[in-house]
Antibody
Framework: QVQLQESGPGLVKPSQTLSLTCTVS??????????WSWIRQPAGKGLEWIGRIYTSGSTNYNPSLKSRVTISVDTSKNQFSLKLSSVTAADTAVYYC????????????WGQGTLVTVSS | AIRMTQSPSSLSASTGDRVTITCRASQGISSYLAWYQQKPGKAPKLLIY???TLQSGVPSRFSGSGSGTDFTLTISCLQSEDFATYYCQQYYSYLLTFGGGTKVEIK
C-alpha cells in the first residue's frame, strides 16, 4: 500500500520561500501513470489544489499561484517537492501531498498533511 | 476554473437518518466527480469517484449519483463514524477544484 509523507519547516518568515518534500513509500514514484500533487487547506477552510507533476517532469500549476510555485521530482529518492516563494500569512495552511492514478483522475492517496505557518 | 458549489454548508442529523448532500458544477463535467470525507486533523479520504463508483472498502451506505452539472452524495443510514465534513471535487479539468464542504454534525 502506497504511503505519502510530507516533511519540511513548520514555520516560514514572510517573503521567504516555503519548501516541502513528499516521500513516497510502498511503490515507485516512477511506476504507472501517476500524477503527484500538492493541495493545501487553511485552518477551518476548504481545499485548494496547488499543482502537480508527472514523473517525466511535466507540471501543471494553479494559475492563482503559478508565478510563485515550483514542483519538482527526484525519482532516485522517490520524492517530489514543492517550493512556494514570497509567502505571506495567507499561505499559512496544512499542506498535503497526494497521488492521482492518471491525468484526469481523482486523488486516491493523501499524505497526513503538515502545517506550515508564515510568521515573523 | 470550474466552480463547485455544495449545499448545505452544514447540517444536523441523528444516527440512522438518511442524509443527502448536493454539489453543482459551474459547467458540465460529465461524471468526473469525486467525494471525500474529512475528519478533524486528518487528510481527506476518497469515498466515491466517477460520480457513483464506491472506492474499495467504503461502506455501501454511501452512494453517489449525477452527471453533467448536478451531483448528490447520499448516506442511507447515518452512523456515528460518519460525522465529518464532506467535499466534492471535479477532475474534468487538470485544475482540480473542490466544493466548499458540508459539515455533518450530530443533532
Amino acid at each position: 500500500q502506497v504511503q505519502l509523507q510530507e516533511s519540511g519547516p513548520g514555520l516560514v518568515k514572510p517573503s521567504q520561500t516555503l519548501s516541502l518534500t513528499c516521500t513516497v513509500s510502498g511503490g515507485s514514484i516512477s511506476s504507472g501513470s501517476y500524477y503527484w500533487s500538492w493541495i493545501r487547506q487553511p485552518a477551518g477552510k476548504g481545499l485548494e489544489w496547488i499543482g502537480r507533476i508527472y514523473t517525466s517532469g511535466s507540471t501543471n500549476y494553479n494559475p492563482s499561484l503559478k508565478s510563485r510555485v515550483t514542483i519538482s521530482v527526484d525519482t532516485s529518492k522517490n520524492q517530489f517537492s514543492l517550493k512556494l516563494s514570497s509567502v505571506t500569512a495567507a499561505d499559512t495552511a496544512v499542506y498535503y501531498c497526494a497521488r492521482a492514478p492518471g491525468a484526469w483522475y481523482y486523488v486516491d492517496y493523501w499524505g497526513q498533511g503538515t502545517l506550515v505557518t508564515v510568521s515573523s | 476554473a470550474i466552480r463547485m458549489t455544495q449545499s448545505p454548508s452544514s447540517l444536523s442529523a441523528s444516527t440512522g437518518d438518511r442524509v443527502t448532500i448536493t454539489c453543482r458544477a459551474s459547467q458540465g463535467i460529465s461524471s468526473y466527480l469525486a467525494w471525500y470525507q474529512q475528519k478533524p486533523g486528518k487528510a481527506p479520504k476518497l469515498l466515491i469517484y466517477a460520480a457513483s463508483t464506491l472506492q474499495s472498502g467504503v461502506p455501501s451506505r454511501f452512494s453517489g449519483s449525477g452527471s453533467g452539472t448536478d451531483f448528490t452524495l447520499t448516506i442511507s443510514c447515518l452512523q456515528s463514524e460518519d460525522f465529518a465534513t464532506y467535499y466534492c471535487q471535479q477532475y474534468y479539468s487538470y485544475l482540480l477544484t473542490f466544493g466548499g464542504g458540508t459539515k455533518v454534525e450530530i443533532k
